[in-house]
């Protein structure tokens, strides 16, 4: 741990003397001071990459930016072998406060499809040595990640990843969550009970420096460049654009406090990812995150934000029934207006090999019909206490809820004759494959592309009851549905070129063990040019 760190451990900021002795059930470490939380690298392109760090001491005090300089120089190097003696740029930038004394520095003059090595120094101390890799090349090996909840298991899936052959490292969302700790909610795994909600900017800051107080979180981000988006944890729950979830309860906050929150939570995005912004900086409450990375000729990855500007979920926000006619407003958007302009016009562009959406939701069209009274009456608090027998969409915060959205981003796809389409999603916390159709209503529809949803990180998914009986049920229901699982944790990996992608579900034993063992339990192949894809490892039922 840090210098001070075992004084620093607890999500308030508080010194507390018991805290060396409790952080180690907690699995937190820090790197020496002040590199306290490591360095990391994204948002690669052919010629240059985001390297990020951060310099403080304790990361988790309340006043730790108190604690540093206003100021602080930081340099920076980037070679071309492991021992950094070949360098090929270098140079120095401030660490503001106002930044939580983070720096983002663009290394440029790289070469394309290369690995490069970088490390920072600062106060006389310098950083780990990281690892990062241009885009480019004829293979792209990529792990997709998301829904890490700290206090619900270890992040042994992450430790895992350290050890995958992978060159970049997509995260869906939910890469921390805002809620507070119910320890009579779910299980207490790294003992800790007091883990507020987060609010303030020192709040969602130590939220993060809690999360990268992981090990192996800190090692992944240390070997491999990210390329990340968030979805809702990273603010507050299901909200969306300036409207929180539950924005008729009592006790909420009101519209200037959570227009506040949000800007909080987007500052400190900002500030701890190692991210590119198209746009700039946040301004306030806004900070415009869509954008592309190019892998060369192989593949576009088009980041989306299906968050910031959609508009309120419809039908109550919960489990939508067919006959709600508000799925099908027109008017509805998930992406807002610009940004649905800008994915289209993305797509119709690009000339690689593969047009991949990163993105949160799942875009598919999930129905649940013909569901039993007893599995309804168990499978109700996850699912919402409603009759499933004619066939409901389960989750309006999905692209279900904005049916005329969806229709016309697919329509567009089909229209276009746009090829080798894949989405790459997360957020519900299981696995689910589906070949998307231009109308989901129509069995004889042409398929438009693949959804790939990876499972989570740790955040708990369906029970052994709910997966046995909706299983069957999903399929009968949703023929485009060519696999789902929702008990096991991980991540999922993908290996591209220009004519097939390989995707695996890499699935831990054990949440509860910081070092879980790792299997693949499922291999999916889509051929270029089929909008298909083909279960080659294990069945639909595993």
């Not at 985001?50 to 120089?73: H, K, N, S």
């Not at 480019?136 to 895992?160: E, S, T």
């Not at 047009?355 to 649940?368: E, F, K, M, N, P």
């Amino acid at each position: 741990m840090a210098a001070g760190a075992a004084a620093a451990w607890s999500p308030y900021g508080l010194r507390l003397r018991d805290a060396e002795a409790q952080a180690l059930p907690l699995g937190v470490s820090f790197d020496p001071a002040p590199f306290t939380i490591g360095v990391a690298s994204g948002d690669p392109a052919a010629d240059s990459v985001v390297l990020w760090t951060r310099v403080v001491d304790e990361p988790l005090l309340e006043d730790a930016q108190e604690q540093m300089p206003e100021q602080v120089e930081v340099s920076w190097a980037i070679a071309t072998d492991p021992r950094m003696r070949r360098v090929v740029n270098s140079g120095t930038t401030i660490a503001h406060r106002d930044f939580a004394h983070t720096v983002h520095v663009t290394a440029d003059g790289l070469e394309p499809g290369q690995w490069y090595w970088y490390r920072f120094s600062a106060l006389g101390k310098t950083s780990r040595i990281g690892r990062t890799k241009t885009a480019g090349g004829d293979r792209l090996r990529m792990a997709m990640v998301g829904c890490a909840k700290f206090h619900i298991g270890f992040f042994g899936a992450y430790r895992q990843l350290c050890r995958e052959d992978i060159d970049l490292v997509f995260c869906s969302g939910d890469y921390f969550y805002e809620e507070p700790f119910d320890p009579g909610a779910e299980s207490d795994t790294r003992e800790e009970d007091r883990l507020e909600e987060t609010e303030t900017l020192e709040q969602y800051r130590r939220r993060f420096a809690l999360y990268r107080g992981d090990p192996n979180l800190r090692q992944a981000h240390a070997l491999f460049p990210w390329v990340v988006t968030w979805d809702d944890h990273e603010f507050d729950n299901n909200y969306a654009g300036t409207i929180r979830e539950d924005d008729d309860g009592p006790g909420q906050q009101s519209d200037s406090a959570f227009i506040a929150r949000r800007a909080n939570s987007y500052q400190a995005y900002y500030e701890m990812m190692p991210i590119r912004p198209p746009a700039g900086l946040p301004t306030g409450p806004d900070f415009v995150i869509h954008r592309t990375v190019r892998w060369g000729d192989l593949l576009d990855l088009v980041v989306l934000d299906t968050r910031q500007f959609r508009t309120d979920q419809p039908c109550d926000d919960a489990t939508v029934s067919v006959t709600c006619a508000e799925v099908d407003d027109p008017d509805a958007t998930i992406l807002g207006l610009d940004q649905r302009q800008w994915v289209m016009n993305e797509l119709s562009s690009s000339t690689a090999a593969w047009r991949t959406l990163g993105q949160q939701v799942l875009i598919a069209a999930i129905r649940a019909g013909g569901i039993p009274q007893q599995l309804q009456d168990s499978i109700a608090p996850a699912l919402g206490a409603i009759d499933f027998t004619d066939g409901n969409y389960i989750n309006a915060d999905q692209w279900d809820g904005y049916q005329a959205e969806r229709a016309a981003l697919l329509g567009h796809i089909a229209e276009e004759g746009i090829p080798d389409v894949t989405v790459l999603t997360g957020d519900i916390h299981s696995t689910w494959v589906s070949e998307l159709k231009r109308d989901f209503d129509n069995p004889l529809s042409p398929n438009v592309g693949v959804e790939l949803c990876a499972t989570s990180i740790t955040s708990s998914g369906f029970s052994q009851e709910e997966q046995t009986g909706l299983r069957p049920i999903f399929y009968a229901n949703n023929a485009h549905l060519k696999y789902f699982e929702g008990l096991s944790r991980g991540y999922m990996t993908a290996e591209v070129t220009a004519d097939r992608w390989i995707s695996r579900l890499r699935t831990i034993d054990d949440v509860y063990n910081p070092r879980p063992a790792i299997t693949t339990k499922a291999e999916f192949v889509i051929e270029r040019g089929t909008n298909a894809v083909t279960q080659t490892v294990g069945t639909p039922f595993d």
